[in-house]
Nanobody, 115 residues
Framework: QVQLEESGGGLVQPGGSLRLSCRPS????????MGWFRQAPGKQREMVAL???????NYASSVQGRFAIAIDNADNTVGLQMNNVKPEDTAAYYC?????????WGQGTQVTVSS
């Protein structure tokens, strides 16, 4: 059973930066999408950043210009660089990798933006 291993969450002050990272427990083939979602208390899970096959990237409008996704195809690592974070970025962040047949989710890493 492939697991997605996330790291990098924590407490950060408004205006600060944080980097999340995610790697599958074994190499995956036929990847179509890699990215990050988040879920705040009482809210639905939403897409934050997504890298699609062919290199196209999509970002939530609320993070456009502040967050950047980074892909390492050699080991299937997907990172999320978060800059100028805001209190409304507080949420559990979930790594997401989809292949042609299977969708994988990480267990979530908490990001809290507070002074």
């Amino acid at each position: 059973q492939v697991q997605l291993e996330e790291s990098g969450g924590g407490l950060v002050q408004p205006g600060g930066s944080l980097r999340l990272s995610c790697r599958p427990s074994e190499k995956l083939d036929d990847i179509t999408n890699m990215g990050w979602f988040r879920q705040a208390p009482g809210k639905q899970r939403e897409m934050v950043a997504l890298n699609r096959l062919g290199g196209r990237e999509n970002y939530a409008s609320s993070v456009q210009g502040r967050f950047a996704i980074a892909i390492d195809n050699a080991d299937n690592t997907v990172g999320l660089q978060m800059n100028n974070v805001k209190p409304e970025d507080t949420a559990a962040y979930y790594c997401y990798i989809a292949t042609g047949t299977t969708t994988y989710w990480g267990q979530g890493t908490q990001v809290t933006v507070s002074s």
